[in-house]
């Protein structure tokens, strides 16, 4: 739970380098918080037919992570030693996507980078 603090309190962070742990559970916090407001949005009533179904629980939650979320995105994309423009690949249909994921599996680059030291380290 301490990396979900941390990823927050690092709101709008953009520099540095993120650890695939980091990263992952981040992403599974948010899964499972996000699974958990579309059931409660269902049971209240919430779940409005736009916006494909999202309620308004979701929605202001999706609103709220959005930021960190991408902030976090970036941050591992450094750790790789890529760009934080590499997010942007996500826009190409299907492939786009692919190698994004890829790119969040691989292992970070040891040793210090053009992004800062290793956050293993």
């Not at 990263?23 to 918080?33: E, T, V």
Request: proline share 3%.
């Amino acid at each position: 739970m301490n990396w979900y603090i941390g990823v927050l309190k690092k709101y709008t962070v953009f520099t540095g380098r993120a650890r695939r742990k980091e990263y992952w559970m981040f992403f599974l916090f948010n899964f499972i918080i996000s699974f958990v407001l579309s059931y409660v949005d269902r049971a209240a009533g919430l779940a409005g037919t736009a916006m494909g179904g999202v309620g308004v629980l979701g929605g202001l939650y999706a609103l709220f992570i959005l930021i960190p979320g991408i902030a976090v995105s970036v941050r591992r994309l450094h750790d790789t030693d890529r760009s934080g423009w590499w997010l942007l690949i996500a826009f190409i249909p299907v492939a786009g996507a692919i190698v994004l994921l890829v790119f969040m599996v691989l292992e970070g680059q040891k040793g210090n980078n053009r992004y800062g030291p290793n956050p293993k380290a």
